[in-house]
């Protein structure tokens, strides 16, 4: 695809940006990769965030740098231009399995579902607790990350009756790997930042998707080419979209799987490495 007015030779890139650990720290964004990202929409790339998170849990903080889209969900969801075009939730069955399972086990958990999050009563105090400990944690000693998470939650009863897209689980008895084998093939299991807590955590999801599905969605919807992709992450469930993308850039001190995919390697947010990644590839 290129550009029009003036540049015929100009390609557009869609540029895809996970979040925690990518595009934010600790929930935070700094304020170069604020302005990175505008710029290279000003050139007239298409950036848009490619995060596990739901839309539930994106704040304004994270989106105020304006995206032409996102995919949300570990590439469950993604919309552009506020069109969804892919909406994929647990079917019925399996996540009435999956509920069960992790109750059993007296897992801290949160059911993601787009428009909110779901904690089960009598883990909700736990859930804060773990949370806030967490974005204590932040360099600066900053907290405000952890709002994104907590201000959405709400406490569900029945929650295999709630249409969610994935499950975030902060501490379990057991690993995750066992819990997921109790639910049966149809569900995976891949780490999430609170497992470097030493818990048993990690993010439930059907086996299948990725976020190289909303990549797919949302590069066949703007028309822009896959070799004309530009891929960032920095966690295990960024591998397929690494390995679908054009250009692939791994997060400095990500797992060695994912820097042998990558054709590139960026600084970590709080050096605001985008900065630095974006002008080498010629975004603005």
């Known amino acids: ?94 996540a009435a399995r999956t509920v069960a399972a992790l109750d059993a086990h007296g897992a801290v958990y949160i059911l993601e579902a787009q428009d909110s999050l779901h904690v089960a009563p009598e883990r909700e105090e736990r859930l804060r607790f773990i949370i806030e400990e967490h974005f204590r944690r932040a360099p600066d000693g900053r907290a405000s990350g952890s709002s994104a998470i907590l201000g959405s939650v709400q406490v569900t009863a029945d929650r295999a009756a709630v249409a969610f897209a994935k499950i975030s689980v902060f501490e379990a008895p057991v690993p995750m790997e066992e819990i997921a084998l109790a639910i049966g093939a149809d569900i995976a ?69 994912l820097l042998a995919l990558a054709d590139h390697t960026a600084a970590p947010p709080h050096r605001e490495g985008l900065v630095d990644a974006f002008a080498k590839l010629e975004l603005f």
């Open 1 to 94: 695809m290129s550009s029009k007015p003036g540049t015929p030779t100009a390609t557009i890139h869609a540029v895809f940006l996970d979040v925690d650990g990518t595009y934010a720290d600790y929930g935070v964004v700094p304020e170069g990769h604020v302005q990175a990202v505008r710029s290279a929409r000003a050139a007239g790339h298409k950036v848009l965030l490619c995060t596990g998170r739901p839309v539930s849990m994106l704040p304004d903080s994270i989106l105020a740098a304006g995206f032409d889209g996102l995919v949300a969900s570990a590439g469950a969801y993604a919309e552009v231009n506020g069109e969804v075009l892919l909406d994929r939730r647990f079917p019925a069955d399996l």
């Open 189 to 257: 299991v891949v780490a999430n930042s609170i497992a470097d807590d030493g818990r048993h955590a990690g993010e439930l999801y059907q086996r299948g998707i990725s976020k190289a599905d909303g990549v797919a969605a949302a590069i066949a919807h703007l028309g822009i080419d896959r070799e004309d992709t530009i891929a960032i992450g920095d966690g295990q469930n960024d591998l397929e979209m690494i390995a679908f993308a054009g250009v692939g850039i791994a997060i400095e001190g990500s797992s060695p799987e």
